[in-house]
């Protein structure tokens, strides 16, 4: 019972002080609320070391049973030990070998990933400007407006083009943005208290 009750009275505990600290202006409190912060920062250092030895667990097992596509493997543990190595032995992510490793290797990779999105954001917006419904044709009807009043031809077309594409995206667009972000907030307000009351325990599965 205790091993169920204490992880649940840590929390809460923890997390109200971290909460007083941006609305009480005291010194012991501050110094709790910073306390706590710097230990979740060491906890969250070592969660990464042990997902790091997981990671290579797992795939130095699938090397040795020669699952398939093991050969993968070997490449992710030979590039995990390249750069431990290279960023121990250098002094770090600022070391000019980790910079060029970033440069040459990293960059080029989240390039590729990201010029890869592009088709499939094609494919999206192909699927979306299929009009089925009333909401579907204002849809498309905004999205050629906001698109051509971003070219240039669109002046050419139409001088007015630019200003009521300035207008979809300051009024409508916002709106929307707004109430996306309003939506988030109040859902990470209603998740936080729901951990802080105990009703949610993400910390103790």
């Given at each position: 019972m205790i091993s169920r009750i204490a992880p649940v009275v840590v929390a809460i505990?923890?997390?109200?002080?971290?909460?007083a600290d941006f609305f009480i202006d005291a010194a012991v409190v501050d110094a709790l609320g910073l306390y706590l912060i710097r230990t979740a920062s060491v906890v969250t250092a070592f969660a990464l070391i042990l997902g790091l030895t997981n990671v290579a667990t797992v795939h130095f097992r699938k090397i040795v049973n020669r699952d398939k596509s093991w050969g993968y493997s070997v490449v992710l543990l030979g590039a995990l030990a390249f750069t431990l190595t290279a960023g121990v032995l250098t002094g770090g992510p600022g070391s000019a070998l980790?910079?060029?490793?970033?440069?040459?290797?990293?960059?080029?990779?989240?390039?590729t990933i990201f010029s890869l999105l592009a088709f499939f954001l094609v494919a999206a917006v192909y699927r979306a400007f299929r009009v089925k419904s009333f909401e579907s044709g204002l849809f498309v009807v905004f999205g050629i407006i906001v698109l051509l009043g971003q070219m240039p031809?669109?002046?050419?077309?139409?001088?007015?083009?630019?200003?009521?594409?300035?207008?979809?995206?300051?009024?409508?667009?916002?709106?929307?943005?707004?109430?996306?972000?309003?939506?988030?907030?109040?859902?990470?307000?209603a998740t936080g208290m729901r951990v802080l009351m105990g009703i949610d325990r993400p910390y103790a599965e």
């Open positions: 505990t923890a997390g109200l002080l971290v909460l980790m910079r060029r490793v970033f440069d040459s290797v990293l960059f080029p990779l989240e390039a031809v669109g002046a050419v077309l139409w001088d007015q083009l630019p200003l009521i594409k300035d207008w979809v995206l300051d009024v409508p667009a916002l709106a929307g943005m707004r109430g996306i972000l309003l939506g988030v907030g109040l859902g990470t307000a």
